[in-house]
């Protein structure tokens, strides 16, 4: 059985930075095609950046283009998210997700059969 743990989020002042962590246990899910959404309160999940099974292809969402990196590290079977200038609208639940047949590039919630419990952002201005 796939599991991913999130963890890394945290309260953080405008302007500021953090990096979250996805980890995976049961299977090698590093190896697979992943990514990073979020949910504010009220509103729909939304992605964030992904991911190729090699690690070698990465996109982001528009709103956070030079700002967020997403990353793998395989020895670690871990993937991170680092957010830098961190804005108010910012702030929401992050999950992480994978997905070990769809590939190369997954944008879509449902695009992925595995997903982390979620870690909370908060920007303060």
């Known amino acids: 059985q796939v599991q991913l743990v999130e963890s890394g989020g945290g309260l953080v002042q405008v302007g500021g930075s953090l990096r979250l962590s996805c980890a995976g246990s049961g299977r090698t899910v590093i190896n697979y095609a992943m990514g990073w959404f979020r949910q504010a309160p009220g509103k729909e999940r939304e992605f964030v950046a992904a991911i190729t099974r090699s690690g070698a292809s990465t996109y982001h969402a528009d709103s956070v283009k030079g700002r967020f990196t997403i990353s793998k590290d395989s020895a670690k079977n871990t993937m991170y998210l680092q957010m830098n200038s961190l804005l108010p609208e910012d702030t929401a639940v992050y999950y992480c997700?994978?997905?070990?047949?769809?590939?190369?590039?997954?944008?879509?919630?449902?695009?992925?059969?595995?997903w982390g419990q979620g870690t909370q952002v908060t920007v303060s201005s």
């Open positions: 997700a994978a997905d070990p047949r769809r590939g190369p590039l997954l944008l879509r919630v449902y695009d992925y059969d595995y």
